[in-house]
């Protein structure tokens, strides 16, 4: 027998050598500037030298390294100063906050700075550089420099006239978190007022990229189930650009390749779904219950992950949320909440809505004996009504909040998707319509909504088609009226895919054509936005008649 001997043979380790990147570099010359620079006050900045393109970082930089680079830039002016790093965000400026653990590095620098401008803030005022002369720049006069911006144009972040080159080349890279933790430590005093949901949603929508994608196959009576395959896939990434192909109960594809309408379908649907599982409870607003089974299959992270996904990409939030659970989510046991209201169980509410009406000490005893109380792990022993009421905020609190918690933290963490949850802490305000209330549609709304594709003025055509649109004006006010079994709503479920107009807006602008055939229903690509009109109809009534019918019994997109 001949003895064969293996050798191993190593392979060499595969040096990685770290390409240098280059980013446009702005150095502020006050600390309360919190808006990006533009037009004439940008070119000064290049001018006087409080700016450079394409400065050279590396990867492999440490944050020291970062900063003695910063300051070899600028080592006539920030020559002793310290400072910070902000990132340019829909014409704001927000803090570079990075999660516990990661380091401001190369790295960091090159994933959350991707949009190529690096604003530089110091901490206390800077010298201004003139042509003969150094002299202070006070906050006072920089604000009123800055408060004549408007007037010059507006140049792109990446611009001072003329775009810079990228000797990166294809770069890509485009991290999960990108700068959205940016996003999320804006002050809060003082934003408010400047800042939009819409401002917020695109900053992140931005961020998506074209070049990794997320395929949905959805079968809509499990369209849960098809969501967490999708979730779980290896590949999946917040930020991809997401796909969506429906197929119907017969297994039959729809053939509809994702151009906005079926992500926008596919959202209302599976938050839909959330909203009436058991996971929630509540007749229209809704509040957590704690769901063992649901909990431990992580349906919670996947739920909140699902509303992140949906504000990131087509703008819509789940608006099911009742207030009292909005305010536990973002600010935990405060502002009243949550009340007694909020708990699930019909007997331990009844309890204790008696025991809040009751101010005789004498007749306390007999509610206090109900074992709910030690369940709560409460005293039961009241010495006065004070006491009384310290008790039943201890078990409302107990019932509608710490019972519940576990599901609460899964779910946040899965709303922090995107840094979603973070942005919510840092803006309560303007994400709660979204959260928590219903859009009035009105026919007003429909109006400036959509564009009608007329015929040429005098044509044949055109005279139906001014019948076919007059029907259909009627048909929106007697929607509003609650006269048809349709409203609003439907309609435009029909048309877009979406049962509100999403804070981001829609691709284009939503577009009414017309039938000129024997067509009788009205039909709708909810991919192209568009609604085609049958002007078969002589009359209101029968074009009443078909419309009704054809929107009713379209529970599907882009049938008719």
Known sequence: MTNVVRTSVKKRRRTIVEKPFYRDIILLQ?????????????????????????????SNWSYEEIVASIKDLFQHILDGQDFELLVPMSGHLVRLNLPPGVECDGRAIKSRFYQKVIYVRPFVPLLRMGNSEVTPTTDDEYNDNNNNLDEFQEYPED????????????????????????????????????ISLTILLKGLNEQ????????????????????????KRSSFSVFNKISVKFSDIEGLSEGAVDAGGPTREMFRLVLNFVKDSRMFFGL??????????AMNKRHY????????????????????????????????????????????????????HKLSRITELSTLQSILEDPLFTVAGCDVIVKDIEHRNQLLEAVTNFYAYHKIRPALE????????????????SHPTIFKEAMCCEELLTVNLFDNLFTINYSEIGSTKRSAENRTITFWRDFLLDCEDNVTDITLKTIL????????????GFNHQPIISFLHDQSLYPKANTCGLQLDLPTAHNTYETFLHHVVFGIGNCNNFAFA
């Open 30 to 58: 006050s600390s309360k500037i919190n808006s990006t620079l533009k037009g004439l006050q940008k070119s000064k900045a290049y001018e006087e030298g409080f700016a450079f393109s394409n400065a050279k970082f590396n």
């Open 159 to 194: 611009m001072h006239g003329a775009p810079s080159p990228n000797p990166d080349g294809n770069e890509s890279i485009i991290a999960e978190n990108h700068n959205i933790e940016e996003i999320a430590a804006t002050s809060k005093e003082g934003c408010e007022s400047q």
């Open 208 to 231: 998506v990229t074209e070049e990794s994608v997320t395929s949905f196959n959805v079968y809509r009576n499990d369209i849960f189930t098809c969501c967490l395959r999708a979730l």
């Open 284 to 293: 229209d607003k809704k509040y957590m219950r704690l769901d063992l089974d």
């Open 301 to 352: 992270y996947a739920a909140g992950q699902l509303i992140a996904l949906s504000f990131i990409h087509v703008g819509n939030g789940p608006k099911f949320f009742s207030e009292s659970f909005y305010s536990i989510l973002y600010d935990d046991i405060g502002n009243g909440f949550p009340n007694i209201d909020d708990i699930e169980d019909l007997h331990i509410r009844e309890t204790l």
């Open 410 to 425: 899964q779910f946040r963490e899965g709303l922090q998707s995107g840094m979603i949850f973070e942005l919510i802490k």
């Open 493 to 504: 479920i029909f048309v877009t895919g979406a049962e509100t107009v999403p804070p981001l």
